[in-house]
């Protein structure tokens, strides 16, 4: 069974930067796009950032443009969300996710990102 383990999250001061990673396991890494979503306290999970199977597109909510970068190493099974300019409304709990058409979809467990000073 597919499997995905964040880490990276953490404390950071407005401003700051994380790194976030996902690591894929148990599934053809490669014939998934993966998806990075979040969820504030009291709020919808939201859809944050989107990367193809091949990495060669990419896509971005609104409100992350210009700040977080979505990128994957299909040789390391691993998918990567660089944030930079921290702001304290990118708190939340951010999940990793697999999806692929026709197939089953994973989520991983979650990794906490705090953003306060």
């Known amino acids: 069974q597919g499997q995905l383990v964040e880490s990276g999250g953490g404390l950071v001061q407005p401003g700051g930067s994380l790194r976030l990673s996902c690591a894929a396991s148990g599934f053809i890494f490669s014939m998934y796009a993966m998806n990075w979503y979040r969820q504030a306290p009291r709020k919808e999970r939201e859809l944050v950032a989107g990367i193809t199977r091949s990495g060669g597109s990419t896509n971005y909510a609104d409100s992350v443009k210009g700040r977080f970068t979505i990128s994957r190493d299909n040789a390391k099974n691993t998918v990567y969300l660089q944030m930079n300019s921290l702001k304290p409304e990118d708190t939340a709990v951010y999940f990793c996710?697999?999806?692929?058409?026709?197939?089953?979809?994973?989520w991983g467990q979650g990794t906490q990102v705090t953003v306060s000073s």
């Open positions: 996710h697999a999806a692929r058409l026709g197939g089953p979809n994973f």
